[in-house]
């Protein structure tokens, strides 16, 4: 949930990185604390295991500067990606703003996707909240291994689209970071949305501003 | 179900909150008093100036008070109200609020934590009816908490800047 404090004169947004586990979560906030202006990062804080897998959350504030008077900052997190670590990764979406769900390209990895994907719906629904309906993004990590799968075999998978009821949004809507593709588009008579997606090679960078570009730009609209 | 929503902070409720906070500080004999949304925002801060990252600190306050609400109710409890963690020298004393925010007190050994403990919970009572107000002036609203025309456009100029274009 947006915090708007008039007093302190700041906004703050919390985003979450949600994905299986070894998906490049944390690899994403890495490189994003790496590349982002010392000025405008604070503390990088990593709850993790001796063996540097996250145990609880990484979080990392950005500051965007401020903006009309008000100091704007994203609080990104990343959530425990292995399956046992459910409780953490529930606590962790609470006021959640805006999710990034980074899926693994490889195609051995398909059905960790798949099962950390209902268990972001089930427990965002346990929160309240319909992801269907809040500031969401794709990325398609580890574009660069031999073994990921097609980029349309994933889409199917993850990003099928769900109906759009409300006659008011059955129009066409173009994925402005794909020329070409349709975020809204009337399929076989149904009008089905889909959700931004982006492919990435977080290791070296590829995509991880990209994505964090989008999924912070649709979250601010929701605050005008 | 909805989607994320928003809600904000006015100037007369950090002026009411600091009030009380400052009150108690001054009670208690405590050295800095913290309010953290349970989202992991910090509200509001009164007292001496924190030496630590309060941002980074928000942020694992919540994680804290979330992680102990779960083990609360592994026990059967509802939730564990307050927590303490002892320290050397500085002690955390954290209470719950309206179940939306956690009141944090630093202290040391200049006071006990008896004394922090009753001093805090009249100030939770206080505290609890002032949120709870304001998150029905929130629900009450049609929209929730919006920032001012030109904001998001800026923003955006912002975020392609600063994360590339």
Redesign the interface.
């Given at each position: 949930m947006s915090l708007i404090n008039y007093a302190s004169r700041e906004v703050n947004c919390k985003l979450v990185y949600y994905g299986p586990g070894l998906g490049g979560k944390t690899t994403n906030l890495e490189y994003i604390y790496e590349k982002v202006a010392p000025a405008s990062k604070g503390k990088m804080i990593s709850l993790a295991t001796e063996t540097e897998r996250t145990l609880f959350f990484d979080f990392l504030p950005v500051d965007l500067g401020t903006i009309r008077g008000f100091k704007t900052r994203f609080h990104l997190y990343t959530v425990p990606g292995q399956v046992y670590y459910n409780a953490s990764r529930k606590l962790i979406l609470k006021g959640v703003d805006g999710v990034v769900f980074v899926g693994d390209s490889q195609l051995e990895r398909m059905e960790a996707n798949l099962e950390s994907m209902q268990n972001l719906y089930d427990n965002m629904a346990q929160h309240g909240l319909d992801l269907t309906r809040l500031p969401f993004v794709i990325q398609y990590n580890k574009r660069d291994l031999p073994n990921a799968a097609p980029l349309s075999e994933l889409q199917e998978a993850l990003n099928p689209g769900w109906p759009v009821e409300d006659p008011a949004r059955q129009r066409p809507v173009p994925d402005p970071s794909r020329s070409g593709e349709m975020l809204v588009q009337e399929v076989d008579g149904a009008w089905v949305e889909r959700v931004p997606h982006f492919e990435a090679v977080a290791l070296r960078g590829d995509g991880v501003f990209d994505t964090l570009r989008a999924i912070s730009k649709l979250v601010l609209k929701t605050l005008g | 179900?909805?989607?994320?929503?928003?809600?904000?902070?006015?100037?007369e409720?950090?002026?009411r909150i600091g009030a009380l906070l400052n009150g108690l500080l001054r009670e208690a004999n405590a050295r800095t008093a913290l309010l953290v949304?349970?989202?992991?925002?910090m509200?509001?801060t009164a007292g001496e100036e924190p030496r630590f990252?309060p941002?980074?600190f928000a942020?694992?306050t919540?994680?804290d008070f979330?992680?102990n609400d779960?083990l609360a109710r592994m026990l059967g409890e509802n939730e564990f109200g307050a927590l303490f963690h002892q320290g050397e020298k500085d002690s955390l004393y954290l209470a719950d609020v309206a179940r939306r925010v956690i009141l944090v007190v630093l202290f040391d050994n200049r006071t006990t934590l008896g004394l922090v403990k009753l001093r805090v919970r009249s100030v939770v009572e206080a505290l609890s009816a002032l949120f709870t107000a304001m998150f029905a002036r929130e629900a009450g609203g049609e929209r929730?908490?919006?920032?001012?025309?030109?904001?998001?456009d800026?923003?955006?100029d912002?975020?392609?800047k600063?994360?590339?274009t």
């Amino acid at each position: 949930m947006s915090l708007i404090n008039y007093a302190s004169r700041e906004v703050n947004c919390k985003l979450v990185y949600y994905g299986p586990g070894l998906g490049g979560k944390t690899t994403n906030l890495e490189y994003i604390y790496e590349k982002v202006a010392p000025a405008s990062k604070g503390k990088m804080i990593s709850l993790a295991t001796e063996t540097e897998r996250t145990l609880f959350f990484d979080f990392l504030p950005v500051d965007l500067g401020t903006i009309r008077g008000f100091k704007t900052r994203f609080h990104l997190y990343t959530v425990p990606g292995q399956v046992y670590y459910n409780a953490s990764r529930k606590l962790i979406l609470k006021g959640v703003d805006g999710v990034v769900f980074v899926g693994d390209s490889q195609l051995e990895r398909m059905e960790a996707n798949l099962e950390s994907m209902q268990n972001l719906y089930d427990n965002m629904a346990q929160h309240g909240l319909d992801l269907t309906r809040l500031p969401f993004v794709i990325q398609y990590n580890k574009r660069d291994l031999p073994n990921a799968a097609p980029l349309s075999e994933l889409q199917e998978a993850l990003n099928p689209g769900w109906p759009v009821e409300d006659p008011a949004r059955q129009r066409p809507v173009p994925d402005p970071s794909r020329s070409g593709e349709m975020l809204v588009q009337e399929v076989d008579g149904a009008w089905v949305e889909r959700v931004p997606h982006f492919e990435a090679v977080a290791l070296r960078g590829d995509g991880v501003f990209d994505t964090l570009r989008a999924i912070s730009k649709l979250v601010l609209k929701t605050l005008g | 179900m909805s989607g994320a929503s928003s809600w904000s902070f006015r100037e007369e409720d950090a002026t009411r909150i600091g009030a009380l906070l400052n009150g108690l500080l001054r009670e208690a004999n405590a050295r800095t008093a913290l309010l953290v949304d349970r989202t992991g925002q910090m509200l509001a801060t009164a007292g001496e100036e924190p030496r630590f990252d309060p941002v980074a600190f928000a942020s694992l306050t919540a994680a804290d008070f979330s992680a102990n609400d779960q083990l609360a109710r592994m026990l059967g409890e509802n939730e564990f109200g307050a927590l303490f963690h002892q320290g050397e020298k500085d002690s955390l004393y954290l209470a719950d609020v309206a179940r939306r925010v956690i009141l944090v007190v630093l202290f040391d050994n200049r006071t006990t934590l008896g004394l922090v403990k009753l001093r805090v919970r009249s100030v939770v009572e206080a505290l609890s009816a002032l949120f709870t107000a304001m998150f029905a002036r929130e629900a009450g609203g049609e929209r929730g908490a919006h920032v001012e025309a030109g904001f998001v456009d800026e923003a955006e100029d912002e975020i392609d800047k600063l994360f590339g274009t």
